[in-house]
């Protein structure tokens, strides 16, 4: 893994420009995705600022800390204390949000695989399992939402029974019932759906505006749409920031599928932004921060 590739991309500063206005604009959808989620599961009001300043402080203790230690630990306590909610809706909410994002990818991914079925197939038989993942998710993900929404009954009895595990019991089962309660919304979940749809396109396309340049103008954008989207899904994987050394292994393997080498070192471009425009949240933490939250990150 060198920054050889890095260093060339810096010479092309309109494509840095799109894709970091990019990943700024997919994560104030994210933001707009998490207050409508909120919103409409307490009636609790929030403003899309402030819903915007919490998702940021968010990303910010998100790359900065490994392991368990989150943002969205930092995230619930502000929501919680600024907005009067009680702190496990407000987790089961940021937990939903983060599922529904990662849902948003496979559909995505789903949809890469689809649509540019026939250009895959090109790059041979690697390419191949892709395709048979991308067409499985695209017939299971709409059936796992039609059970969602017609077994919430059954599914509702199935979660009492968590009511008997010792000392967590009472917890487990409110967090399992709030969720549930979410996910069986309708109108929550189409429109958080979308939403993610919306903010992991610009995560795509500000992947592929910055990688397309770095490789010499030929990075394919069906390419993209199978790279982004389970190159992503592994960085979410709580145990590096910002999922360090495990995306750059991900990305590694994913490009070899499609004759592209040094994948590590053409991650560190993407991660770069990311961490760029996440770092960003040190300014909204600021006006936010207090002696109480320090207590709180000192005593982790």
Same mark, same amino acid.
């Given at each position: 893994?060198?920054?050889?590739?890095?260093?060339?991309? !810096?010479?092309? +500063?309109?494509?840095?420009?799109?894709?970091?206005?990019? !990943?700024?604009?997919?994560?104030?959808?994210? #933001?707009?995705?998490?207050?409508?989620?909120?919103? +409409?599961?307490?009636?609790? +009001? =929030?403003?899309?600022?402030?819903?915007?300043? =919490?998702?940021?402080?968010?990303?910010?203790?998100?790359?900065?800390?490994?392991?368990?230690?989150?943002?969205?630990?930092? +995230?619930?306590?502000?929501?919680?204390?600024?907005?009067?909610?009680?702190?496990?809706?407000?987790?089961?909410?940021?937990?939903?949000?983060? @599922?529904?994002?990662?849902?948003?990818?496979?559909?995505?991914? #789903?949809?890469? &695989?689809?649509?540019?079925?026939?250009?895959?197939?090109?790059?041979?038989?690697?390419?191949?399992?892709?395709?048979?993942?991308?067409?499985? %998710?695209?017939?299971?993900?709409? @059936?796992?939402?039609?059970?969602?929404?017609?077994?919430?009954?059954?599914?509702?009895?199935?979660? #009492? @029974?968590?009511?008997?595990?010792?000392?967590?019991?009472?917890?487990?089962?409110?967090?399992?019932? %709030?969720?549930?309660?979410?996910?069986?919304?309708?109108?929550?979940?189409?429109?958080?759906?979308?939403?993610?749809? !919306?903010?992991?396109?610009?995560?795509?396309?500000?992947?592929?505006?910055?990688?397309?340049?770095?490789?010499?103008?030929?990075?394919?954008?069906?390419?993209?749409?199978?790279?982004?989207?389970?190159?992503?899904?592994?960085?979410? &994987?709580? &145990?590096?920031?910002?999922?360090?050394?495990?995306?750059? @292994?991900?990305?590694?393997?994913?490009?070899?599928?499609?004759?592209?080498?040094?994948?590590?070192? =053409?991650?560190?471009?993407?991660?770069?932004? %990311?961490?760029?425009?996440?770092? !960003?949240?040190?300014?909204?933490?600021?006006?936010? #921060?207090?002696?109480? =939250?320090?207590?709180?990150?000192?005593?982790?």
């Amino acid at each position: 893994m060198d920054f050889g590739f890095f260093k060339i991309s !810096l010479k092309y +500063k309109w494509e840095w420009f799109l894709c970091l206005s990019l !990943l700024v604009l997919s994560d104030v959808i994210a #933001s707009l995705r998490w207050k409508v989620i909120l919103t +409409k599961s307490t009636e609790q +009001k =929030l403003s899309m600022l402030h819903a915007l300043q =919490l998702t940021w402080i968010g990303l910010f203790f998100n790359t900065v800390l490994p392991g368990i230690i989150s943002g969205d630990l930092i +995230k619930v306590y502000y929501t919680a204390k600024r907005n009067y909610v009680r702190r496990t809706h407000t987790f089961s909410t940021i937990i939903y949000d983060r @599922l529904i994002g990662l849902f948003g990818l496979l559909i995505l991914y #789903s949809f890469g &695989i689809i649509f540019w079925k026939k250009e895959l197939l090109m790059y041979g038989d690697q390419a191949k399992y892709l395709i048979h993942s991308g067409e499985a %998710i695209g017939v299971a993900l709409p @059936l796992f939402f039609i059970f969602l929404f017609m077994s919430k009954r059954h599914l509702a009895e199935v979660i #009492s @029974l968590t009511k008997r595990i010792p000392f967590l019991g009472t917890h487990t089962n409110n967090f399992l019932q %709030i969720l549930l309660d979410i996910t069986t919304n309708k109108i929550i979940t189409l429109a958080s759906i979308f939403l993610s749809i !919306l903010a992991q396109l610009c995560a795509i396309l500000a992947f592929w505006f910055i990688m397309n340049p770095a490789v010499g103008g030929r990075f394919p954008l069906e390419v993209a749409f199978c790279v982004v989207p389970l190159g992503v899904l592994t960085t979410a &994987i709580p &145990i590096t920031p910002a999922g360090l050394g495990i995306g750059h @292994l991900a990305f590694d393997v994913l490009m070899q599928l499609f004759n592209f080498s040094s994948g590590a070192s =053409l991650f560190n471009i993407f991660i770069a932004g %990311i961490m760029f425009v996440n770092l !960003l949240g040190i300014f909204p933490y600021i006006l936010y #921060s207090d002696k109480k =939250l320090k207590d709180v990150l000192a005593e982790s």
